[in-house]
């Protein structure tokens, strides 16, 4: 009887952007997992497992035999498994800020300033980066978000792609996990409605004003028309993650209205999205949404 194929999940990337968080989690969901283990063992690790197993090995420039530029090549080599790569990154200022906080030493600048060896690291392992699978930025994730993401893409055994709706607001940051990014700040902007201010683009007073703009029509009709046909491209070419995330100023009205709006779009034609508001619990603020008035009216 044939063996049924083991699930292999690398976890690389940036040393401190939050591989060991990542493997603590795949743990509690199932896998199988171990933290930089030397690439000569790999094969047995896998050839120890049950069949059908999902495994997931940490491995950076801590672990003995790591060469970006041959270990994706390796580990294809290995029979009988399912192989992806998944990168952890982090942005070089927070980085900084987690090595300052945690008073740890960078591994490849134990002598000299952290920024040597962030910079080294990035260098090096920027070809994993590109051929990755998928790319975590952990940049703005606290812990609780990061477990959020883990779950949605490797919580389940079943290996389906997996398709993110993700709103935001741009005065808070850009969506740095985004495939794809929609700018909705064209859009009638609810905030300056007082009594729309508190409410959140889940409510549907808020849908209804949004949809009330001319524009809104139309833009969501072709929003849908090119999500159709561009994600189950990105899944045929081997994408197994897409993320589309839809950005107004502060991530509370238009944006999570977009993703809500879409979201239901999709699911009638046969997906099946999950969706995150990553800034709905920030209050509403004056000073995020900007000047309500015209450039000329407020000059």
């Not at 199932?30 to 999902?54: E, H, T, Y």
Request: overall charge negative.
């Amino acid at each position: 009887m044939e063996r049924r194929r083991s699930r292999l999940l690398l976890v690389t990337g940036m040393s401190g952007a939050g591989k060991s968080t990542v493997l603590d989690v795949l743990e509690d969901l199932g896998w199988d997992c171990a933290d930089n283990l030397p690439l000569n063992l790999v094969s047995g690790f896998v050839d120890g497992a049950a069949d059908g197993a999902r495994l997931a090995i940490g491995m950076d420039v801590r672990s003995r035999g790591f060469d970006p530029a041959t270990l994706r090549d390796s580990l294809h080599a290995i029979p009988n498994i399912v192989t992806e790569l998944l990168y952890i990154d982090c942005s070089g200022n927070e980085l900084l800020r987690r090595y300052a906080a945690t008073r740890r030493r960078h591994p490849l600048a134990p002598d000299r300033p952290a920024e040597d060896g962030i910079a080294r690291e990035r260098a090096s392992t920027a070809t994993l980066r590109h051929t990755a699978d998928s790319i975590i930025d952990t940049t703005e994730l606290t812990p609780a978000d990061l477990r959020e993401e883990l779950i949605r893409r490797y919580g389940s055994d079943a290996e389906q792609p997996v398709l993110t709706l993700m709103s935001f607001g741009f005065a808070r940051g850009i969506a740095r996990t985004a495939d794809l990014v929609f700018d909705l700040r064209f859009l009638a902007n609810p905030h300056w409605v007082d009594d729309l201010r508190p409410l959140t683009g889940e409510d549907a007073p808020v849908q209804d004003y949004v949809a009330a703009d001319p524009a809104w029509s139309d833009t969501v009709d072709r929003l849908e028309s090119l999500l159709t046909d561009w994600i189950p491209r990105y899944w045929a070419a081997g994408k197994n993650y897409v993320t589309v995330a839809f950005g107004c100023t502060g991530g509370r009205h238009r944006s999570v209205a977009a993703a809500v709006e879409m979201a239901e779009r999709l699911r009638g034609a046969g997906f099946s999205p999950n969706v995150r508001h990553r800034d709905l619990p920030s209050p509403p603020r004056d000073t995020i949404e900007g000047d309500r008035r015209s450039p000329v009216e407020a000059s």
